[in-house]
C-alpha cells in the first residue's frame, strides 16, 4: 500500500513539473490584469496579452527580499521612476517613461555604456576600470561576443531583438504591462511608450515595469516600479490667477476695483485637442452673467467686497466617428416572419461623421477684500546735511490709495538689478495716504529706488531713477563765510545811513521838533532792514499746518 501511495505523489509530481515550467506573464508580472470580459474592449495596440509564456531560463524571476538582488548591479541597487502625462483624455495618447537612477559615482556615456564618474569618489578609492559594463563590443561578464550564436537575443516571449540593436546601445530589456498586456522593447537607461487610450476603461489603472540587463547570455533583473494613471472621458483643465499688487496670489484673496487675470491650461500633451473648437464658458458668481470666449485668457474684475464662486466649463468639439448604430426591430406586417426571425434595422449612416463633444470643469471660491490700489512718489527733495553731514539723504512725497501698514524702500544700482540696501518701516497714515520717506544714500550718484507700501492682502511698488548730487567738502564752511560777510555788508550799510541821517539832522532841526522821541527815523530803517534780511521763523504759515510725518 505505501508502494502504491509513493507511486501517485511520485506521478503527481511529474505532473506538476510542465505547469511549474510553463510561467506566464500574469505570473511575473500580476497587477493590473484585466478579466476576460473586459479584454476585448481594453485591446490594446501592438501589445500581448500575458497568459503568453515567461522563458524563465533567460529570465529569472526574483521575488522582493531575494538575496540574489544584492548582486544585481556592481556597485549598489538601481532605482526605476516611472511617470505618464497623466491624466489622459480618453482617445488622447499617453505617454510612460521609465529613467533609471544608477549608484553614486555612475552615469551612462553616450555610447550606452556605463561608466565611473571622473573626480568621483565613492569611499573605495579611484576605480582601476573606468568601466562598470562594457556593452559595446559585445563583451559582458564573460560572454565574447560570439555573434553566430543569437539564440539569447530574444525577449521574455522568445521573439528576436531588433537588427542592430547594439549599435543603438540599447542593452537593457524593458517589460510594460498593464491591462492584462505587455509590451517589451530594449532601451538605455531610459525608455518610454505610449498608449493610445480609446480602448481604455475609465478610472485609475496600473502600469508595472521590470527591468533587466544581459549578464553573459542570460539576463538578471535590477529593478521593478509600478505607478497608477488615469484615463477620464472630461477635459482636465487648471487655471492660474493673477491680479496687480496682490500679495498672495495662491490663496485665492484678491482686490476689489483691480482685474483679475483668468488662464486657462487645458493638459493635453499628445495635441488630441488641436483640431478642435474649444470654448471657455465664465461665470464668476457676482451677478454680472455668463461670458462666453474662445480665448483662453480672461480679465474680470470685482467691485465689491465678498466671497464669490467662480464656475468655469471648457467645450470641446472635435470631429469623431459617431456612436454605433442603434438595433430597432421592424413594425410588424401580415407577410412579415415570425417575430423571433424579422430582421434588425440599423439607425445611422455608416462610415458617418459626428461631432464629438467633450467637457472640462472648473471651480473655485474667490474672496474679494479692499487693499492699495495706487502708489506715486510725487515729490523727491535733498535733505540739506546738519553741521556734520553723513550720507546724503533725500526725501520722498509719496501718494497712495489705500491704508497700507508697511513701507519698504530697496536702494539698487542705475539698472535696478543688484539692490544695495533694503529698509522697512511701519506706515502711519491717514484717510487720506500721503507720507513723506527719508532715506539716506551711500554716495552722490544715480540709484534706482523701488519703493512698496504693502497690508495684508496686498503689496504696491513704484520705482524711480534718483539723482543724488555732489556736495563740496567746504559747503558748509562757505554757507557759514557767506552769511558772515552779508551781516558786514548790512553792519556798514547801516552805519553809512545813520550818519547821513544824523548830519541832515543836524544841519536843520526845527524848534517844534527839539522835544520828543528821538531815534524815530532810524528805528523804523532799521527795523525794515530786520524785515528784509531776517525774515524770522514765519510760524504763522498755514502751510505749517499740513506738514506730514517723516519715515
Known amino acids: 500500500m505505501k508502494r502504491l501511495y509513493c507511486f501517485l505523489g511520485f506521478l503527481l509530481l511529474a505532473a506538476r513539473l510542465p505547469l511549474e515550467a510553463a510561467k506566464r506573464f500574469h505570473d511575473v508580472l500580476s497587477n493590473g490584469r484585466t478579466s476576460g470580459s473586459g479584454r476585448e474592449r481594453n485591446r490594446l495596440n501592438g501589445w500581448s496579452w500575458d497568459e503568453n509564456e515567461w522563458n524563465e531560463h533567460l529570465y529569472p524571476v526574483w521575488r522582493r527580499g531575494d538575496p540574489r538582488w544584492n548582486d544585481s548591479w556592481k556597485g549598489g541597487h538601481v532605482k526605476a521612476v516611472l511617470t505618464s502625462d497623466s491624466p489622459a483624455l480618453v482617445g488622447s495618447n499617453i505617454t510612460f517613461v521609465v529613467t533609471l537612477v544608477l549608484p553614486r559615482c555612475q552615469k551612462e556615456d553616450d555610447s550606452g555604456n556605463i561608466v565611473y564618474e571622473k573626480n568621483c569618489r565613492n569611499g573605495t578609492g579611484p576605480p582601476s576600470d573606468p568601466y562598470v559594463y562594457y556593452w559595446t563590443e559585445g563583451a559582458e561578464d564573460g560572454d565574447q561576443g560570439n555573434s553566430a550564436d543569437q539564440s539569447y537575443h530574444v525577449f521574455p516571449d522568445g521573439r528576436p531583438f531588433p537588427h542592430h540593436h547594439r549599435r543603438r546601445g540599447c542593452n ?284 495684508d492682502a496686498s503689496l504696491a511698488l513704484a520705482s524711480t531713477l534718483v539723482s543724488v548730487p555732489g556736495r563740496d567738502p567746504g559747503h558748509s564752511v562757505s554757507m557759514a563765510g557767506g552769511a558772515l560777510a552779508s551781516v558786514g555788508c548790512l553792519a556798514v550799510i547801516v552805519a553809512v545811513i545813520a550818519f547821513l541821517v544824523y548830519k541832515k539832522r543836524k544841519e536843520y532841526r526845527p524848534i517844534e521838533n527839539s522835544t520828543g522821541i528821538k531815534g524815530n527815523g532810524l528805528n523804523v530803517f532799521l527795523e525794515q532792514a530786520k524785515v528784509k534780511f531776517f525774515p524770522g521763523t514765519q510760524e504763522k504759515d498755514p502751510l505749517l499746518k499740513n506738514q506730514q510725518g517723516i519715515l
Open 172 to 455: 537593457l530589456v524593458y517589460i510594460f504591462h498593464t491591462l492584462g498586456q505587455y509590451y517589451q522593447k530594449l532601451g538605455r537607461c531610459s525608455a518610454s511608450v505610449s498608449v493610445n487610450t480609446a480602448n481604455i476603461t475609465l478610472g485609475p489603472q496600473l502600469m508595472e515595469v521590470a527591468v533587466y540587463r544581459r549578464r553573459g547570455r542570460t539576463y538578471v533583473p535590477i529593478a521593478k516600479v509600478k505607478d497608477t494613471y488615469v484615463v477620464t472621458d472630461q477635459i482636465p483643465v487648471s487655471v492660474t490667477m493673477s491680479q496687480k499688487n496682490d500679495r498672495n496670489a495662491s490663496d485665492e484673496t484678491f482686490l476689489r476695483d483691480i482685474p483679475i487675470v483668468f488662464d486657462v491650461f487645458v493638459h493635453d500633451p499628445s495635441h488630441f485637442l488641436n483640431q478642435s473648437a474649444i470654448n471657455y464658458k465664465w461665470n464668476f458668481g457676482d451677478n454680472t452673467g455668463l461670458f462666453v470666449s474662445i480665448n483662453h485668457t480672461l480679465n474680470h474684475t470685482y467691485v465689491l467686497n465678498g466671497t464669490f464662486g467662480l464656475n468655469l466649463t471648457v467645450q470641446a468639439l472635435m470631429p469623431g466617428p459617431c456612436a454605433p448604430p442603434t438595433p430597432q426591430t421592424p413594425k410588424p406586417t401580415q407577410s412579415s416572419s415570425p417575430p423571433d426571425d424579422r430582421p434588425l434595422l440599423w439607425a445611422g449612416t455608416p462610415g458617418e461623421r459626428c461631432q464629438i463633444d467633450r467637457d472640462g470643469y472648473f471651480t473655485t471660491r474667490l474672496t474679494i477684500v479692499d487693499g492699495i490700489l495706487e502708489v506715486n512718489i510725487i515729490e523727491m527733495t535733498e535733505v540739506m546735511p546738519v553741521p556734520q553731514p553723513g550720507d546724503p539723504l533725500m526725501e520722498f512725497v509719496v501718494a497712495c490709495q489705500g491704508t497700507p501698514t508697511e513701507v519698504c524702500t530697496t536702494v539698487a544700482d542705475p539698472t535696478c538689478q543688484v539692490a544695495q540696501s533694503t529698509v522697512c518701516s511701519p506706515a502711519d497714515v491717514g484717510d487720506a495716504c500721503l507720507l513723506t520717506v527719508r532715506r539716506a544714500f551711500a554716495g552722490a550718484g544715480t540709484y534706482c529706488l523701488n519703493l512698496t507700501l504693502g497690508d
